[in-house]
């Protein structure tokens, strides 16, 4: 199972955590499948809350660039286009979503994270966006609207969030103990339940329209020549840069 995914009694808050510790909940085409049919079941459901977790030692390690060599140009842009479809499921969802993030959380994930409307740091977390390294234009756009001008020292100059400023910058709300994860879902489940399925619908889809220019901002990020190899120039680099850390 790539997620686990569990329900509270009387189905008001439907968790849902990306489970493969082991690569660091990286997101492959079978996970981002399983998010995306999790979250059409949560939308069928009487849920009033999403909550997103992650297994292991991080939240979300990014997009899975481990078989890139069997890519190509088009399985690879097909990849992200699924991925943003899943982000604005995310972030158009008519429910209330939360994401508990910790660890290194990089890339999509932190697209991930930043396409719940609230955002809640467990212990420890930095954030970062390498996309644009290779071109890719994903979740920009809600970034901007979520931190405005930072997001282009982020993005440009490859600055890494850590916690204290991605709290300051409102990227994050708040820090809290893992021991307060229930505390704070179940404390927030009744406050959002205090207004109808309908209202709270219309409030979260106020800029549903911005979708199709994400979309399509992705898109053309991703027809280019040779993207595949702007990609895996990129992964060879991120891994010989890690392996030397060792």
């Known amino acids: 199972m790539l997620v686990q995914t569990t329900r509270t009694a009387d189905g008001s808050i439907v968790c849902i955590s990306l489970d493969r510790p082991r690569y660091a909940n990286a997101l492959n085409s079978d996970l981002v499948e399983s998010l995306i049919t999790a979250l059409d079941e949560a939308f069928n459901s009487p849920a009033r809350l999403i909550v997103f977790k992650g297994s292991g030692n991080s939240f979300c390690g990014g997009f899975d660039l481990r078989e890139i060599e069997s890519e190509t140009d ?67 756009n809600r970034l901007r609207d979520i931190i405005s001008q930072k997001a282009y020292a982020i993005l440009l100059e490859q600055q890494k969030l850590e916690l204290n400023e991605a709290i300051a910058c409102g990227f994050i709300h708040t820090l809290i103990d893992p021991k307060q994860q229930e505390e704070l879902i179940s404390a927030l489940c009744k406050k959002v339940s205090g207004v109808s399925p309908e209202t709270m619908a219309s409030i979260l889809q106020l800029d549903r329209q911005q979708g199709v220019t994400d979309m399509g901002l992705l898109a053309t990020s991703v027809a280019t020549p040779d993207f595949r190899q702007r990609v895996q120039k990129y992964w060879l680099e991120a891994k010989s840069i890690a392996n030397n850390r060792k």
């Open 74 to 140: 088009a399985t690879l842009a097909y990849r992200f286009l699924r991925l943003e479809l899943l982000l604005q499921k995310v972030h158009y969802a008519p429910i209330y979503t939360l994401a508990l993030a910790h660890g290194a959380v990089t890339g999509a994930g932190a697209d991930l994270v930043a396409a719940c409307k609230k955002r809640v740091v467990i212990s420890d977390a930095t954030f970062r966006f390498p996309g644009v390294r290779f071109g890719v234009l994903l979740g920009t």
